[in-house]
C-alpha cells in the first residue's frame, strides 16, 4: 500500500499577521453639492411632512358633490369654446343669468382630467392644500424660528379647516389666493417685485373663485391697521399720511381692485359675487348657517379661539391694530356665516404662532442667540428624495411615470357615497329606453354627479349651484325634501315620472315612497334608491 504524502504547509508571511486598512470615514467624504442647493435639517424635516401630507392627501377619495357639478360646467365652457349667458344645465334653472365666477378653474379643472383621468383631480386636489402647508410653514418658521410652534400651527390651521378642505371644489383655489397674498403682505421686507405680484395674483384669482373680496378686507385692515397705530402713537393725521406702509398698502389695494376687472364680465362680478352670499336659497344650506359650538368646525374654532387669548395673554410681543381689526373682523364673519371660517383660521394660526415664538423665546432663549441650521448635502439629498417619493407613488405620480394602466378602478378613488350604481342603472333604462319622460326629482347632494355622469336623458332638478334656482323650485324641492303633506302634488305639478334618492339625508321621504301605491322602486343599493311612477303623467 504507498502512502500518500501531503504537501507541506507554506511558511506564514508576517505581511498577513497585519490588520486590514481601516475604512474610510464617510465623515472625511467631500460634500459636493453647491452651495445654494445645500438644505438644513429643518427644511429637509418639513419637506417628509410636506410629501406625506401630499401622499394622504392624493388617496383621499374624491368627494361626491360640488367637484363634478364644476367639472359638467368646464365639460360645457370646453365644448362650446364660450361662457353661456344663462344656466347651461338645469332645465328648472333654464333663462337664469348666468355669470360663471369659477370659469378658469373648472376649464382647468376638466382640462386636466380629459387629459390625465380621475387620478388628475386627485393631483390637483393634495396640491393646492399642500402648496397652502408650505407657505404657512414657510411664513410660521420665519417669524418663529421653531419648528415645533411652526408645525403645531399648521396643525391647527388643518383641524379648523378640515370640514371644508375635505371637498374639493373652486374655493380651495380662493384660499390658496388667500394663503399667498398673507405670505406676501407679511414678509418683513417689501420686495419690488411685489408690486407686480399682488396685481398678477388678484387678476389670476377672479377669475378662479369669487372669493376675491376676501382679499380686499386683508389688505383694507392691514392699512387701517397700521393708521391707527399710528394716529394713537403721534397723534396727529400727518404721520399716517406721511407713512410709507399705509401708502404701499392703500396702494396695493387700488391695484388689486384694478386687476379683478380682466375677467369676461368687468365690473358685473362684483354684483353677482356680493349677490351670491344674500341668496335665500345659499342661507338655507348649513354651511352658509352662523358657526355653532355643535358643529366639529365650531369646537374647533372655540378651542382656537381660547388658544389665542392665552397667548395674547402672555406674549411679550406688541399687539397692531392690524390684528385686531383682521382677527375680530374675520371671526364675525365667520360666525355669522360658517363658511368664512377658512379666511379666519390661516390669520389665527399665523398670529398663534408669532406670539407663541416670542413666548418661548423670551422664557427659553432670545431669538437673537439662535444659531442657524447649518446646511449640509445630505439633507439636500433627503429633502429631494421625500419629495420625489412622495409625489412618485401617488396614482398621478405613477400615471405620469408609467401611464394609464387601466388598474385603477373609479369606485376605490370616490366617496363612498358618489351614486355609482344608481348611475349604471340609469344608464342601462336609457341604453333600453326605459327612462321615463319629464323632469325628474334628485337629491341636491348627488345633481352635481347626475350632471356630470348621468344620462341626458335625465333632466337633473336642483345641483349645488343653488343660488340659480328660482326661489319657487327652491323651496318646492325642500318641501318635497322634507316629506311635507302636499309633497306628491308638488311632484304631479312638475311632472315628475322618476326620483332618484340617496338613503343618508331623505330616509323619511324614501320610506313615504315606499308606501306610496303610484310609485316603484326599481333599484336600491346601501347608498340610493330609485323609484318609477307607474303609471307616467
Given at each position: 500500500?504507498?502512502a500518500?504524502?501531503?504537501?507541506?504547509?507554506?511558511?506564514?508571511?508576517?505581511?498577513?499577521?497585519?490588520?486590514?486598512?481601516?475604512?474610510?470615514?464617510?465623515?472625511?467624504?467631500?460634500?459636493?453639492?453647491?452651495?445654494g442647493?445645500?438644505?438644513s435639517?429643518?427644511?429637509?424635516?418639513?419637506s417628509?411632512?410636506?410629501?406625506?401630507?401630499?401622499?394622504?392627501?392624493?388617496?383621499?377619495?374624491?368627494?361626491?358633490t360640488?367637484?363634478?357639478?364644476?367639472?359638467?360646467?368646464?365639460?360645457?365652457?370646453?365644448?362650446?369654446r364660450?361662457?353661456?349667458?344663462?344656466?347651461?344645465?338645469?332645465?328648472?334653472?333654464?333663462?337664469?343669468?348666468?355669470?360663471?365666477?369659477?370659469?378658469?378653474?373648472q376649464?382647468?379643472?376638466?382640462?386636466?382630467?380629459?387629459?390625465?383621468?380621475?387620478?388628475?383631480?386627485?393631483?390637483l386636489?393634495?396640491?393646492?392644500i399642500?402648496?397652502?402647508a408650505?407657505?404657512l410653514l414657510y411664513?410660521?418658521y420665519?417669524?418663529?424660528?421653531?419648528?415645533?410652534?411652526t408645525?403645531?400651527?399648521?396643525?391647527?390651521?388643518?383641524?379648523?379647516?378640515w370640514?371644508?378642505?375635505?371637498?374639493?371644489?373652486?374655493q380651495?383655489?380662493?384660499?390658496?389666493?388667500?394663503?399667498i397674498?398673507?405670505t406676501?403682505?407679511?414678509?418683513?421686507?417689501?420686495?419690488?417685485?411685489?408690486?407686480?405680484?399682488?396685481?398678477l395674483?388678484?387678476?389670476?384669482?377672479?377669475?378662479?373663485?369669487?372669493?376675491f373680496?376676501?382679499?380686499?378686507?386683508?389688505?383694507?385692515?392691514?392699512?387701517?391697521?397700521?393708521?391707527?397705530?399710528?394716529?394713537?402713537?403721534?397723534?396727529e393725521s400727518?404721520?399716517?399720511h406721511?407713512?410709507?406702509?399705509?401708502r404701499?398698502?392703500?396702494?396695493?389695494?387700488?391695484?388689486?381692485?384694478?386687476?379683478t376687472?380682466?375677467?369676461?364680465?368687468?365690473?358685473?362680478?362684483?354684483?353677482e359675487?356680493?349677490?351670491?352670499?344674500?341668496?335665500?336659497?345659499?342661507?338655507?344650506?348649513?354651511?352658509?348657517g352662523?358657526?355653532q359650538?355643535?358643529?366639529?368646525q365650531?369646537?374647533?374654532?372655540?378651542?382656537i379661539?381660547?388658544?389665542?387669548?392665552?397667548?395674547?395673554?402672555?406674549?411679550?410681543?406688541?399687539?397692531?391694530?392690524?390684528?385686531v381689526?383682521?382677527?375680530?373682523?374675520?371671526?364675525a364673519?365667520?360666525?355669522?356665516s360658517?363658511?368664512?371660517?377658512?379666511w379666519?383660521?390661516?390669520?389665527?394660526?399665523?398670529?398663534?404662532?408669532?406670539?407663541?415664538s416670542?413666548i418661548?423665546?423670551?422664557?427659553?432663549?432670545?431669538?437673537?442667540?439662535?444659531?442657524?441650521?447649518?446646511?449640509?448635502?445630505?439633507?439636500?439629498?433627503?429633502?429631494?428624495?421625500?419629495i420625489?417619493?412622495?409625489?412618485?407613488i401617488?396614482?398621478?405620480?405613477?400615471?405620469?411615470?408609467?401611464?394609464?394602466?387601466g388598474?385603477?378602478?373609479?369606485?376605490?378613488?370616490?366617496s363612498?357615497?358618489?351614486?355609482?350604481?344608481?348611475?349604471?342603472?340609469?344608464k342601462?333604462?336609457?341604453?333600453?329606453?326605459?327612462?321615463?319622460r319629464g323632469?325628474?326629482?334628485?337629491?341636491y347632494?348627488?345633481?352635481?354627479?347626475?350632471l356630470w355622469?348621468?344620462p341626458?336623458?335625465?333632466?337633473?332638478?336642483?345641483a349645488s349651484?343653488?343660488?340659480?334656482?328660482?326661489?319657487e323650485?327652491?323651496?318646492?324641492?325642500?318641501?318635497?325634501?322634507?316629506?311635507?303633506?302636499?309633497?306628491?302634488?308638488?311632484?304631479?305639478?312638475?311632472?315628475?315620472?322618476?326620483?332618484?334618492?340617496?338613503?343618508?339625508?331623505?330616509?323619511?321621504?324614501?320610506?313615504?315612497?315606499?308606501?306610496?301605491?303610484?310609485?316603484?322602486?326599481?333599484?336600491?343599493d346601501?347608498?340610493?334608491?330609485v323609484?318609477?311612477?307607474?303609471k307616467?303623467?
Open positions: 500500500m504507498t500518500v504524502m501531503t504537501p507541506p504547509e507554506p511558511p506564514i508571511r508576517a505581511e498577513s499577521l497585519q490588520p486590514p486598512p481601516p475604512l474610510a470615514d464617510a465623515s472625511m467624504l467631500e460634500d459636493k453639492v453647491p452651495e442647493l445645500k438644505a435639517r429643518v427644511l429637509a424635516g418639513f417628509v411632512f410636506v410629501g406625506l401630507l401630499f401622499l394622504f392627501l392624493s388617496f383621499r377619495p374624491l368627494w361626491h360640488d367637484l363634478w357639478g364644476h367639472l359638467a360646467y368646464g365639460r360645457t365652457l370646453v365644448t362650446t364660450s361662457l353661456p349667458a344663462t344656466e347651461p344645465l338645469m332645465p328648472l334653472a333654464s333663462g337664469v343669468r348666468f355669470v360663471d365666477t369659477a370659469w378658469l378653474t376649464v382647468i379643472g376638466y382640462a386636466m382630467y380629459d387629459k390625465f383621468g380621475f387620478t388628475s383631480m386627485s393631483f386636489y393634495a396640491t393646492s399642500t402648496l397652502m408650505v407657505l411664513r410660521g420665519q417669524r418663529s424660528q421653531s419648528a415645533g410652534i408645525l403645531a400651527g399648521l396643525l391647527l390651521w388643518m383641524w379648523g379647516c370640514q371644508h378642505l375635505n371637498i374639493i371644489r373652486p380651495l383655489a380662493g384660499m390658496l389666493c388667500f394663503t397674498l398673507l406676501l403682505v407679511t414678509s418683513r421686507h417689501h420686495r419690488r417685485w411685489h408690486w407686480f405680484a399682488v396685481p395674483l388678484f387678476a389670476a384669482w377672479a377669475n378662479l373663485h369669487g372669493s373680496f376676501v382679499g380686499f378686507v386683508l389688505l383694507a385692515g392691514l392699512a387701517a391697521g397700521r393708521a391707527i397705530d399710528l394716529a394713537v402713537r403721534c397723534g400727518r404721520a399716517v406721511r407713512d410709507s406702509q399705509v404701499r398698502y392703500v396702494l396695493m389695494l387700488e391695484l388689486a381692485a384694478v386687476a376687472l380682466i375677467n369676461p364680465y368687468g365690473l358685473g362680478l362684483y354684483a359675487v356680493l349677490s351670491i352670499s344674500s341668496n335665500p336659497n345659499v342661507a338655507e344650506l348649513v354651511e352658509w352662523p358657526l359650538l355643535r358643529m366639529s365650531g369646537q374647533a374654532t372655540a378651542a379661539g381660547m388658544l389665542l387669548m392665552v397667548l395674547y395673554r402672555m406674549s411679550p410681543r406688541r399687539v397692531t391694530s392690524a390684528e381689526l383682521l382677527l375680530f373682523g374675520f371671526g364673519a365667520a360666525l355669522w360658517s363658511r368664512m371660517l377658512v379666519w383660521i390661516p390669520l389665527a394660526a399665523y398670529y398663534g404662532v408669532v406670539h407663541a416670542a418661548w423665546h423670551a422664557w427659553m432663549q432670545p431669538l437673537e442667540t439662535l444659531a442657524p441650521s447649518p446646511r449640509n448635502g445630505r439633507w439636500s439629498v433627503i429633502t429631494v428624495g421625500a420625489w417619493f412622495c409625489v412618485a401617488t396614482p398621478f405620480g405613477g400615471r405620469l411615470l408609467h401611464g394609464d394602466n388598474k385603477l378602478k373609479v369606485a376605490r378613488m370616490v363612498s357615497q358618489t351614486p355609482l350604481g344608481v348611475v349604471q342603472y340609469l342601462k333604462m336609457a341604453e333600453e329606453k326605459k327612462i321615463p323632469q325628474a326629482f334628485n337629491t347632494e348627488w345633481g352635481d354627479y347626475l355622469s348621468g341626458k336623458e335625465v333632466k337633473v332638478f336642483v349651484h343653488a343660488h340659480l334656482i328660482p326661489r323650485v327652491w323651496s318646492d324641492y325642500v318641501a318635497i325634501s322634507n316629506g311635507s303633506a302636499d309633497w306628491d302634488d308638488r311632484l304631479d305639478r312638475y311632472g315628475v315620472n322618476l326620483i332618484i334618492l340617496d338613503e343618508a339625508t331623505h330616509d323619511g321621504l324614501i320610506r313615504k315612497l315606499r308606501e306610496n301605491d303610484q310609485w316603484s322602486a326599481t333599484y336600491s346601501n347608498v340610493g334608491t323609484f318609477v311612477r307607474k307616467p303623467i
